[in-house]
């Protein structure tokens, strides 16, 4: 079977050398896996929540999109499309935004940065906030859910945002008694190098300290690499590779034999203006067939438009059925029309009957696992541990607390307490959450 992985990139600003290594590269090889059916979208509603200048989203988008097509994305073999060309997607940002709680949206962390900030200038906590602001998550889990999505692969940043597209499907899923989401997972590309950018700092438009990927051409490359910060050491003196940004990007883009070389010639003392010509030269080899191509496409941008329709069609093609189901299971029918049978296949199919775990790797955070109760919905999370064996160990502690348990609320979760050690969470702590899970924990004891 395939896995669907989807992920959105948002159309603002003008790609980098870092972006390339850290997302676009990797993404398009994984793209040409055949157990791989890959959804690649450009966020431009997203971008609209971080720019009001319709000209840079307008110059974006098509750079965005050149970029990609000019790195290999294959838009025969993955969905290319624009979110905005699709306008399942707002709708069912919609539906999903009148089943989420708006303390979820509260705790988001964009959403908290911008108070905290406020706060500390002694500004009202929502100024300068906007509703789109506060609903970029939904948005985004609007995105995932609306194609099934299994594994989303984004940075860091993004993990809670997922997170929370599991919560508002889960939940979505849970009041109108069916499946009709997938759950996605996360994926963080843990090998995947983050480049230092021109001061040593990660590379980032944040940080002003990037490399161009395309912009101003190989001349602006060069020039970019001349800047980048290094040490004062003279030629002939010994140089420290493991301290040196140039070493670190150069892997980046060479194999094993070329790095060590490269390395030998830092301790033996290549002057900095030497290497950074190098370092120049062998990113020039890797980029300059992808300018060549990305120039051709900007050129014509009606052949990236005839290519994101395309994809549109495509991905409608899952949307439009998916969301014409939804619609029918919440009531929007037509006068007089029988709801439709409840068809959908995997809708019996993935109700288990009994509650269960589903352990998974949290990237560097350690292993951590989920209780499901009988129906599907998530129950708990647990905390992270440090390998799958103490994880299972305390799965199989918490199958025999039975209503021994001992839960309590903090603040709006729900914490599950084993000798003096929060060991999981839930994400509400109402009633009816404590009393899904304890009916869920007496289950599993009775089981065993
Ligand atoms: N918010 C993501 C980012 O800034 C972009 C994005 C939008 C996205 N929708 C998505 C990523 C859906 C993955 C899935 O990086």
């Known amino acids: 079977m395939q896995t669907r992985v989807l992920t959105g990139i948002t159309t603002t600003g003008t790609p980098h050398l870092g972006n390339y290594v850290g997302a676009i590269r990797p993404a398009i ?3 040409r896996r055949a157990d791989v059916d890959a959804f690649f979208f450009l966020a431009d509603y997203h971008a609209l929540i971080k720019s009001d200048d319709a000209s840079r989203i307008e110059r974006s988008r098509l750079e965005i999109a050149a970029t990609w097509l000019a790195a290999g994305l ?12 699709i306008p399942e997607i707002p709708e069912l940002t919609w539906f999903l935004t009148c089943v989420t709680a708006k303390g979820l949206l509260n705790r988001a962390h964009a959403y908290k940065a911008a108070v905290d900030k406020n706060a500390e ?3 009202d906590p929502d100024a300068g906030v906007t ?3 506060y609903m970029y998550p939904v948005l985004m889990a609007a995105d995932i859910l609306a194609f099934d999505a299994h594994k989303v692969p984004v940075g860091r940043d993004q993990i809670q945002h997922i997170e929370m597209a599991r919560d508002i ?7 109108y008694g069916r499946d009709f989401f997938v759950l996605p997972e996360v994926v963080i590309e843990e090998q995947v190098a983050t480049l230092p950018g021109l001061d040593g700092r990660k590379m980032s438009k944040s940080y002003d300290n990037t490399v161009p990927l395309f912009a101003g051409g190989a001349k602006a490359l060069r020039e970019a690499i001349m800047r980048i ?25 060479a194999d094993e034999a070329e790095s060590a070389a490269f390395r030998q010639s830092l301790l033996d003392g290549i002057g900095w203006g030497e290497a950074k010509q190098r370092l120049f030269e062998r990113i020039e080899t890797e980029v300059a067939p992808m300018r060549e191509r990305y120039e051709a496409l900007i050129a014509k941008p009606d052949e990236i438009e005839a290519i994101l329709r395309e994809g549109a069609a495509k991905a409608r093609a899952i949307a439009m059925p998916k969301l014409a189901a939804i619609r029918d299971a919440i009531g929007l029918r037509a006068m007089g029309a029988a709801p439709a049978a409840k068809s959908d296949k995997h809708a019996t199919a993935k109700v288990g009957k009994a509650p269960r775990f589903a352990s998974f790797r949290d990237g560097d955070a350690g ?21 799958p064996k103490a994880a299972g160990a305390m799965q199989q502690r918490i199958r025999a607390l039975g209503d021994g348990a001992t839960l309590r609320a903090d603040g709006d979760a729900l914490v599950l307490e084993l000798d003096g050690a929060d060991v999981a969470r839930a994400s509400q702590a109402s009633d009816a959450m404590q009393a899904r899970v304890r009916e869920a924990l007496a289950q599993l004891a009775a089981q065993d």
């Open 29 to 31: 090889n994984a793209s």
């Open 74 to 85: 294959d838009p025969a073999r993955v969905t290319f499309y624009r979110q905005s060309d």
């Open 131 to 133: 509703a789109g602001l």
């Open 121 to 123: 200038a002694g500004e």
């Open 169 to 175: 499907g889960q939940r979505f899923n849970h009041i």
């Open 229 to 253: 910060v290094t040490d004062s050491r003279a030629p002939g003196e010994a140089k420290d590779p493991d301290s040196s940004s140039l070493y670190t990007i150069f892997r980046a883009f």
């Open 367 to 387: 292993f951590r696992f989920r209780l499901f109760a009988a129906d599907g919905e998530e129950l708990l999370l647990s905390m992270p541990f440090a390998d």
